[in-house]
């Protein structure tokens, strides 16, 4: 039973790159979160979605894009990589139905330099 | 959302129970209390959740007062593997979004 997976574990980039963090899921969740965590902080959530062709901003959207084509996959792009940017993502799934809780990614750790 | 209000850290001598309080004063009718813990930089793990019953599985005891305006989650029998960031969260019946504070570190000490 894989849950939520993220790829990649790890990434290192340079000012102004950019990249796609990705996260699927395989419990037939349509709510899907990103969420950025800072060192000794709480999460704050990015993006999310309740379905697939539905988005919308969190608390911290800037300088990120999202879509959901599928139930399944909800990536992350970083179009250009700023050191703000420097952070751990954690994917997030739950089902629709209210107060089930949300499973989470192992996480992408996400340094640029 | 309500805000919730939780210490900054707590330790806990092995084997012996851990009981984390959180306030969450402002708390409306229709919001759940949940409990997630973060174990060194791994992706969150649900514990508990509810609405104004006690509740237990096999992780952990959930006690909420009778005025709902706050909480104690409660490890039986703490293990060094419990040393974790602990989060109180208060969340609509009906919203699916969690706002994380800045929790509790719990340290379970041998």
């Known amino acids: 039973n894989a849950g939520v997976t993220q790829t990649p574990k790890f990434r290192i980039l340079k000012i102004g790159q950019s990249m796609t963090l990705q996260c699927t899921q395989d419990m037939n969740h349509n709510y899907m979160y990103w969420y950025r965590q800072d060192p000794g902080m709480g999460l704050k959530l990015i993006y999310y979605s309740v379905g697939a062709g539905i988005t919308d901003k969190g608390e911290v959207p800037n300088g990120y894009n999202v879509s959901r084509s599928t139930t399944e996959d909800f990536p992350l792009r970083l179009e250009l990589a700023a050191p703000s940017q420097t952070s751990v993502y954690f994917c997030a799934s739950t089902a629709s139905y209210s107060n089930q809780p949300q499973h989470f990614g192992d996480g992408t750790r996400l340094s640029i330099l | 959302d309500a ?58 005891s959930l006690i ?27 969340k609509e019946t009906s919203g699916s979004r969690l706002t994380f504070g800045e929790g509790t570190q719990l340290t379970v000490n041998p």
Request: one cysteine or more.
């Open chain 2, 3 to 60: 805000k919730t209000t939780q210490p900054t850290s707590m330790d806990c001598a092995e084997g012996r129970a851990a009981n984390l309080p959180c306030n969450h004063s402002t708390i409306s009718g229709n919001e759940y209390v949940y409990w997630y813990r973060q174990i060194h930089s791994q992706g969150p793990q649900y514990i508990i959740h509810g609405l104004k019953n006690n509740e237990t599985n096999e992780m952990a």
């Open chain 2, 64 to 90: 909420i007062t009778e005025d709902r305006k706050s909480s104690t989650l409660i490890l039986p029998h703490a293990t060094l593997r419990d040393t974790a960031v602990y989060y109180c969260i208060v």
